[in-house]
């Protein structure tokens, strides 16, 4: 055969590099801070660099824990002969999404008896955000959405991507008292208008680690109920707040018992150590079991418009502990041990702090729960505490409580001591 010859194959002599693009007016986006500070950490030199940014958790060394349970069940399933790479469907593992339906609503939810709610696997529990976002704008024609002052960052992305016009805040976080502005928060959703979606953090709230009392939430429910207000739950973090995977989810559990419909985002890239695989699930609950075929079809229409299918492997992994009494009973026990270390790197940077005599009120380190700590230090601080002690965390003073140990506690606490003394704050 002979060659074959294509007209300007080396490009048209007319066209040069930059020439009226159709992306020219395109501005840069900004960077995501958490990953940039995390990329600059494993780029520092420093023999005494300290990571407090990424949520996730780390042993007493230092190192990323992959939970013993996960560890044996991803060893079975590599080693034995029913290993898959097939695709699963659009709403993925029935017995993933089942299992982790009851672990939130509860062996003995009414909802669940009453088959009016369900749940379906999702890219970890953003993409849960967004499916869940994405149906209530196509679907239920729900427009505006209520985000926590402050909260999560990628609740800023996702639900406007997803098609919400409107955007507004509710008061979350007293920077004062160090506490949670329950009244703020109460009469900012008083006046939000009916049908707006108001985004709650079922427990470990993220950044600032101050959750509502019982009695809080039983206020805010009040409120939404009387406003005619829609909850969707973000459950990031059950079983590692408190150590207790019951106690965790009581807030969506109440929500329920009071006739809501809701949806919940859930994750188990915390509370599994499954951070990249991506597990997550959508919790829909109704008031009546007949929407639930319609609503099951839009969905997965959506998903396959999307992503197509969820991902298989970490999936298989969190569905054999999760319908597996032994294996549930195990990861339990080492959700306790994540919880118990946490606790006590609190208190050890709480005693820390006030046995140096670090100007301020520290008690709200311990009053917290979680991973994060919302410290109060000001922006200043933490550059002086990334330039001058190589100790990287967000600019808003949020610490993962997961990168402290014995090893590190007090050289923390003497580099917060210094920026603090260096550059003084009324709101510490």
Same mark, same amino acid.
């Given at each position: 055969?002979?060659?074959?010859?294509?007209?300007?194959?080396?490009?048209?002599?007319?066209?040069?590099?930059?020439?009226?693009?159709?992306?020219?007016?395109?501005?840069?986006?900004?960077?995501? =801070?958490?990953?940039?500070?995390?990329?600059?950490?494993?780029?520092?030199? &420093?023999?005494?660099?300290?990571?407090?940014?990424?949520? +996730?958790?780390?042993?007493?060394?230092?190192?990323?824990?992959?939970?013993?349970?996960?560890?044996?069940?991803? =060893?079975?399933?590599?080693?034995?002969?029913? #290993?898959?790479?097939?695709?699963?469907?659009?709403?993925?593992?029935? =017995? #993933? &999404?089942?299992?982790?339906?009851?672990?939130?609503?509860?062996?003995?939810?009414?909802?669940?008896?009453?088959?009016?709610?369900?749940?379906?696997?999702?890219?970890?529990?953003?993409?849960?955000?967004?499916?869940?976002?994405?149906?209530?704008?196509?679907?239920?024609?729900?427009? $505006?959405?209520?985000?926590?002052?402050? !909260?999560?960052?990628?609740?800023?992305?996702?639900?406007?991507?997803?098609?919400?016009?409107? !955007?507004?805040?509710?008061?979350?976080?007293?920077?004062?008292?160090? !506490?949670?502005?329950?009244?703020?928060?109460?009469?900012?959703?008083?006046?939000?208008?009916?049908?707006?979606?108001?985004? #709650?953090?079922?427990?470990?709230? @993220?950044?600032?680690?101050?959750?509502?009392?019982?009695?809080?939430?039983?206020?805010?429910?009040?409120?939404?109920?009387?406003?005619?207000?829609?909850?969707?739950?973000?459950?990031?973090?059950?079983?590692?707040?408190?150590?207790?995977?019951?106690?965790?989810?009581?807030?969506?559990?109440?929500?329920? &018992?009071?006739?809501?419909?809701?949806?919940?985002?859930? $994750?188990?890239?915390?509370?599994?150590?499954?951070? $990249?695989?991506?597990?997550?699930?959508?919790?829909?609950?109704?008031?009546?079991?007949?929407?639930?075929?319609?609503?099951? &079809?839009?969905?997965?229409?959506?998903?396959?418009?999307?992503?197509?299918?969820?991902?298989?492997?970490?999936?298989?992994?969190?569905?054999?502990?999760?319908?597996?009494?032994?294996?549930?009973?195990?990861?339990?026990?080492?959700?306790?041990?994540?919880?118990?270390?946490?606790?006590?790197?609190?208190?050890?940077?709480?005693?820390?702090?006030?046995?140096?005599?670090?100007?301020?009120?520290?008690?709200?380190?311990?009053?917290?729960?979680?991973?994060?700590?919302?410290?109060?230090?000001?922006?200043?601080?933490?550059?002086?505490?990334?330039?001058?002690?190589?100790?990287?965390?967000?600019?808003?003073?949020?610490?993962?409580? !997961?990168?402290?140990?014995?090893?590190?506690?007090?050289?923390?606490?003497?580099?917060?001591?210094? +920026?603090?003394?260096?550059?003084?704050? @009324?709101?510490?």
């Amino acid at each position: 055969m002979s060659d074959m010859i294509y007209p300007y194959e080396n490009g048209h002599p007319d066209v040069r590099l930059g020439d009226d693009s159709l992306f020219s007016t395109v501005e840069p986006a900004p960077p995501v =801070e958490i990953f940039a500070l995390h990329k600059a950490y494993h780029e520092d030199k &420093s023999p005494q660099k300290v990571d407090l940014t990424i949520g +996730a958790y780390r042993d007493e060394e230092g190192r990323p824990w992959v939970l013993p349970v996960v560890r044996q069940v991803e =060893e079975e399933i590599t080693s034995g002969q029913n #290993l898959s790479h097939e695709y699963l469907g659009q709403l993925g593992l029935e =017995e #993933l &999404s089942s299992a982790a339906t009851k672990l939130l609503l509860g062996s003995d939810s009414i909802a669940l008896k009453q088959g009016r709610a369900f749940g379906v696997q999702t890219v970890g529990g953003t993409g849960a955000l967004r499916v869940g976002a994405e149906f209530l704008v196509k679907c239920a024609k729900l427009k $505006s959405f209520y985000m926590a002052d402050p !909260c999560w960052p990628s609740h800023h992305l996702v639900f406007p991507y997803a098609g919400f016009a409107i !955007c507004r805040i509710y008061r979350y976080w007293h920077s004062m008292k160090k !506490c949670l502005n329950i009244e703020g928060l109460l009469e900012d959703l008083r006046d939000a208008p009916p049908g707006s979606v108001v985004i #709650l953090h079922v427990c470990a709230h @993220n950044p600032t680690g101050i959750d509502p009392s019982k009695d809080q939430w039983m206020r805010i429910a009040d409120v939404m109920q009387e406003g005619r207000l829609f909850p969707f739950f973000d459950c990031a973090y059950q079983g590692i707040a408190s150590g207790d995977l019951e106690k965790d989810a009581w807030p969506v559990r109440y929500f329920v &018992s009071r006739g809501f419909e809701l949806l919940c985002a859930q $994750s188990f890239s915390k509370n599994m150590g499954l951070y $990249s695989e991506r597990v997550g699930n959508l919790t829909l609950v109704f008031k009546d079991p007949e929407v639930i075929p319609n609503v099951r &079809s839009h969905i997965t229409m959506m998903i396959r418009g999307n992503y197509c299918n969820p991902p298989r492997h970490g999936a298989g992994i969190a569905t054999r502990i999760l319908n597996d009494n032994r294996l549930i009973d195990d990861w339990k026990n080492q959700l306790k041990t994540i919880s118990i270390r946490i606790k006590r790197m609190r208190w050890a940077l709480r005693t820390k702090l006030q046995e140096l005599g670090t100007p301020g009120d520290w008690d709200h380190i311990t009053r917290q729960i979680g991973m994060f700590c919302y410290s109060g230090l000001t922006e200043q601080q933490v550059k002086y505490l990334i330039q001058e002690y190589h100790i990287y965390l967000p600019t808003a003073g949020r610490i993962n409580i !997961c990168g402290l140990n014995d090893k590190n506690v007090e050289f923390v606490a003497k580099a917060i001591n210094d +920026a603090v003394l260096t550059f003084p704050s @009324n709101d510490i």
